[in-house]
């Protein structure tokens, strides 16, 4: 899985074909960026809330491994592992001490992998994540961006709506090679 401007797309596709490397586009997807935390619209939680906060740990990376787009498989597996070994990541639990929502941070720094299980959508748990991962990875220096799929509009909705920025003139593609 590769990332890249999709002004880039026909050169690459051009270069892969010359070369009988198969490729696929999977979509496009929109960067979105926080200048700074003042920019930021904190939403309001509880202490409850606030106490059931962590990072994931590796005992997680099957849960968020099973539910990430690309994932699923074994490579997915090592990513996800040595993302949450090595990157900031965020998570509300259960009562059980289990996830329920989380983020995490790629390996170019780009904040993604946003997702809560069905059961607890609509409650606000996502807003509240990536406030909070916001606010830790400009405090550490950190740029704060992700790229959201254009046609995930909720969580397009919930950047947006927190005080994210969209960059209209900069667009990226994600393409699988050699699949």
């Not at 220096?141 to 960059?167: M, W």
Request: proline residues 4%.
């Amino acid at each position: 899985m590769a990332g890249f401007d999709v002004s880039h797309a026909s050169l690459l596709k051009e270069v892969s074909s010359n070369r009988r490397v198969n490729n696929r586009g999977f979509t496009l997807v929109n960067l979105l960026y926080l200048p700074d935390c003042s920019h930021l619209i904190t939403p309001a939680f509880d202490s409850e809330l606030e106490s059931r906060i962590s990072s994931l740990d590796l005992s997680h990376v099957d849960l968020v491994n099973k539910t990430w787009k690309f994932g699923g498989d074994e490579k997915g597996h090592r990513n996800i592992t040595k993302l949450i070994s090595n990157f900031p990541s965020c998570c509300i639990t259960d009562g059980q001490g289990q996830p329920i929502t989380w983020i995490l941070m790629y390996d170019y720094c780009a904040m993604g992998m946003l997702y809560t299980l069905p059961e607890h959508r609509g409650k606000g748990y996502a807003k509240v994540l990536v406030s909070i991962m916001s606010k830790r990875l400009h405090a550490q220096g950190y740029p704060v961006y992700c790229f959201i799929e254009e046609e995930n509009t909720v969580s397009y909705r919930i950047f947006k709506n927190l005080g994210f920025t969209e960059d209209p003139s900069y667009r990226a593609a994600w393409f699988e090679f050699n699949y």
